[in-house]
């Protein structure tokens, strides 16, 4: 899990995505699978059900 710096818990990581996967403090990652996450659309609490279109439901 990652989490906040109140240590609540906020998105799940899979394991095979942890290794190579970018830090907000990191320049590089070396490993030929790197992860970036892209938080553009990225949502928590209690507005996480608007990250899907209701007519996709």
Excluded: A, E
């Amino acid at each position: 899990w990652i989490v906040t710096r109140k240590s609540q818990l906020l998105f799940w990581v899979p394991p095979w995505n942890r290794v190579g996967l970018y830090w907000p403090g990191n320049l590089l990652v070396i490993g030929q699978q790197p992860t970036k996450l892209d938080f553009t659309h990225f949502v928590y609490g209690i507005n996480w059900m608007n990250c899907i279109k209701h007519d996709q439901m």
